[in-house]
């Protein structure tokens, strides 16, 4: 993307990962997942307060929003885990007895007791893959694997799922045992040979991706991805040192998204070569924490959680953020010269917004619409072309 400054053939070069909007921010509210589907965007959130003996959950809600810009809650629950597939959107908040949200508009909601929940033990996160979702839940001496297309009608499969984490990626599920096991039908595992050790994986036009955020000794660095085209042979490279929860890979059209537990993500098309983007600055931005990446309606949303421990008096401050990038589809470029005379003037806006405009080679026209972006401070001046060839005029676009 090209971004003007005001003066002659001042271009600087930038992309729509490196301006973001603040959407909403809600004190007392930690986002935690979300997903795109069916026009919508749904992201799942838990009210948290602090107590003299610690912060204590007190419910939570489900948001949604057609563009990533205008969000309301349509339902009054917690969730941990968001999910659409199928036209369906799954909502659940992780635990014991707790409740399954499913629907296929994310505006009006049925809820359901997590299949299982006459069992004790602990539940793995739920995940959608093969066409269906997948819930696990583990006790002391076996583990459960229930499967649906709907969300609502769960099948018990008999499976030798082990007592481990298992995530979708591909064309199937990986269970995050020392070795690697996989699944090509959900329920029957086997060792993925020649597959390194990892905590999160994602499959992007024909590459594989992992990352080992460990530090056992004789392993990689922490902070290790290893890539591969054919799931045998794989190359190395180190991306951030980091370790511990945060680590996720993730898949954005035709990029990789790696979250690192902090206020930025590193983003790649090939996973070989990473850029980091930086999504929260200043003092705050210490205490913010990447907690989930949603792609849809040709931009990515990122959950920011904020959290802040206080001695006088003693408290801690909680607030959750939404913010959305720039369109990543790109614009065409132009390019405006310095003049005395100012056509248009912007005089206010969000710094890092986009902003519709026309513009023309000469008054008569014709009038094209452009999109640009200008993360400056307003009032913004456009200037009328100079005596330079090949300019152009620029005009509002009413909304």
Known sequence: MLITVVGREHVLLAGPLDFWTNRLTITNVMFNSGAYGAGKFVVGAYFIYYQSGGSQLRGGALFTSADGREWRSTLDEPANHVLFGNGIFLAERGGDNSWIHVSTNAEEWISRLRPGY?????VSRADFGLGRFWIQRETSTATFRYSSTNGLDWKLESTNAPNRTIQFAGDRFFAKTDPILQSFDGVNFIPADGWPRFDSIAYNHGIWVAIDSSSIPGAPPPGTISVSTNGASWSTVNVTGQQGNGIELYTVGEHFILTAGSNYFFESTDA???????????????YSRLTGVIYGADSLLVLMNYQEGFQKPVYTAFSGTILQSQPLTAAAPSILSASLTPALTLREGPTGAGYSIESAPSLSGPWTRETRVFPISFPYV?????????QKF???VPE
């Open 118 to 122: 006459e069992l004790h033990g602990t």
């Open 272 to 286: 070989l070569k990473w850029t980091a983007h930086k999504v929260v600055s200043g003092i705050r931005a210490n």
């Open 382 to 390: 456009f200037l009328a072309p100079g005596p330079e060839p090949n």
């Open 394 to 396: 620029y005009r509002a």
